[in-house]
């Protein structure tokens, strides 16, 4: 795969990491568009001028997208009524870039600065409590949508990062539980059963001594 026209393709895409492309990510759809198995018309958040520098890049045609990956619409951002949030961390665990604040059974709340716009975190809210609001006029200019971009990706790899450690730390610490719990039992010595066969004595012995004091 050329790896440098990926990287190229990368920087031209949104950062969104909303699937609608059909890959799990950006990066995946501008592998693919580099090895010629996937088309420049798949990304709606890019829009039809995202389609025509993708096309330019790639030497082809432009085109505009394919509504059937979606429909371009005015960048926005998720926004949680949190009056109606019942913390399930649901939204959380969708969001691609970590956009979200809150904790099991508290209220969760957007880091506006950081939403991508993606939507992902709308479907899995079980009290549809998620809406999408356009973002300020000031962050449509191209090089603020770059920037923005540069900065999505930066937030997407950390959080691939952080879910490979948080993986890698609950597989050893099962690891550590298996371990312990297929280790056999320590052996019994010969003066472990003396020192309980004596103990057992001499409970026997305090209790008859507290029963014939009490005769």
Same mark, same amino acid.
């Given at each position: 795969?050329? @790896?440098?026209?990926?990287?190229? !393709? *990368?920087? !031209? !895409?949104?950062?969104?990491?909303? @699937?609608?492309? %059909?890959?799990? =990510?950006?990066?995946?759809?501008? +592998?693919?568009?580099?090895?010629? @198995?996937? *088309? #420049?018309?798949r990304c709606p958040p890019g829009g039809d001028a995202g389609a025509a520098a993708l096309a330019g890049l790639l030497g082809c045609a432009a085109k505009p997208v394919d509504p059937a990956f979606g429909v371009e619409a005015a960048p926005a951002i998720a926004v949680i009524d949190e009056t109606a949030c019942i913390g399930c961390t649901k939204c959380i665990q969708a969001c691609p870039v970590d956009a979200i604040l809150g904790a099991s059974k508290r209220m969760h709340a957007i880091i506006t600065a950081e939403c @991508?716009?993606? +939507?992902? &975190? #709308?479907?899995?809210?079980?009290?549809? &409590?998620i809406t999408m609001q356009p973002i300020s006029a000031s962050l449509l200019a191209r090089n603020a949508v770059l920037a923005r971009a540069a900065h999505a990706r930066l937030r997407y790899e950390a959080r691939g990062k952080r879910l490979a450690r948080d993986a890698t730390e609950r597989e050893t610490r099962r690891a550590g539980t298996r371990a312990d719990e297929a280790a056999p039992p320590p052996p #019994?010595?010969?003066?472990?059963?003396? +020192?309980? #066969?004596?103990? /057992?004595?001499?409970?026997?012995?305090?209790?008859? /001594?507290?029963?014939?004091? %009490? =005769?």
């Open positions: 795969m050329p @790896t440098d026209l990926a990287d190229r !393709l *990368d920087a !031209l !895409l949104p950062q969104t990491q909303c @699937t609608r492309c %059909g890959f799990a =990510a950006c990066r995946p759809y501008a +592998e693919a568009l580099a090895n010629g @198995t996937a *088309d #420049i018309d @991508t716009g993606c +939507e992902l &975190c #709308i479907a899995p809210c079980p009290v549809d &409590c #019994i010595t010969r003066s472990a059963v003396l +020192e309980a #066969i004596a103990r /057992g004595k001499a409970r026997r012995m305090a209790g008859n /001594g507290s029963g014939a004091g %009490g =005769a």
